[in-house]
């Protein structure tokens, strides 16, 4: 038989494809699964991910001490 197109390929040959094709999907989704960071509380992820900032000496940001044009 001839097996060098997909129009005139056989059923075997069709059902060759479909089958690599889910095994293939089937170890990309494993390989993402396995790829994502460990999902960790959420009370711990929020107490590690924000910075503490504490309040120190006020800063003065405008000032007169241009020279004025008259």
């Known amino acids: 038989m001839n097996n060098t197109s997909i129009r005139t390929a056989d059923r075997l040959t069709h059902l060759k494809i479909v089958v690599v094709s889910l095994v293939a999907a089937i ?12 999902v960790l509380d959420a009370g711990t992820q929020i107490e590690a991910r924000v910075p503490l900032f504490k309040a120190g000496q006020p800063i003065v940001w405008s000032g007169s001490e241009g ?3 008259r």
């Open 27 to 38: 170890v990309v989704v494993c390989v993402g699964i396995a790829a994502q960071p460990p």
């Open 67 to 69: 020279s004025t044009i």
